[in-house]
């Protein structure tokens, strides 16, 4: 819990210290996500919009989708993205942030609000598309830490630049 209110904190104190112009970008992810008490991992695909907000950080909102076991996994996302050299052709990152847990079993729908954290690669030629590989550690349910699991994937990215 603690550390969805500091991301909270950190995307606030920094969107409200830069300004508004910026790199927009448009991906779509696929990966492998290892959910708890399912008998192996299954695929997760989705799509996100990140948005440059200085050198080093960035904000990004995210939707995927993940199906196994008469399970229904659907994640909504909004997460701070931290890259420590800045944007270059190779950028490693890191970050987290807070989500909107939609899961449905046997058609029973049950909603919860969780946090991820991030670790990732993006490569970014000059051109407008880029890749990136990316490790989430995924706890849909802050009150129950227990049922967590990790996703491994990969993006496209497309990038725009667009002044505010």
């Known amino acids: 819990m603690k550390i969805c209110k500091y991301f909270i904190i950190l995307f606030a104190l920094e969107f409200a210290s830069q300004s508004l112009a ?5 991906g779509v992810k696929a990966s492998i996500y290892d959910p708890p008490g399912a008998p192996g991992p299954t695929p997760m695909v989705g799509g996100y919009v990140s948005y440059s ?3 080093y950080l960035n904000i990004e909102g995210a939707v995927e989708w993940s199906n196994y076991d008469n399970t229904t996994f659907m994640p909504i996302t909004v997460n701070t993205v931290y890259h420590p ?3 270059k052709v190779f950028n490693p990152y890191i970050g987290g942030g807070i989500g909107y847990y939609y899961k449905k079993v046997n058609d029973a729908p ?3 609000i969780g946090c991820q954290l991030l670790l990732g690669l993006n490569w970014n030629p000059p051109q407008a598309f880029g890749l990136s590989l ?3 550690y995924i706890i849909p349910d802050i009150k129950n830490t227990s049922e967590s699991g990790f996703s491994y ?6 990038t725009m630049i667009m002044e505010l």
Do not use: D, W
């Open 110 to 112: 049950e909603s919860t």
């Open 85 to 87: 050299l800045g944007r």
């Open 22 to 26: 910026g790199k927009l970008t448009i």
């Open 153 to 158: 994937g990969g993006a496209i990215t497309g």
């Open 134 to 136: 990316e490790i989430k």
């Open 53 to 55: 907000i200085g050198k």
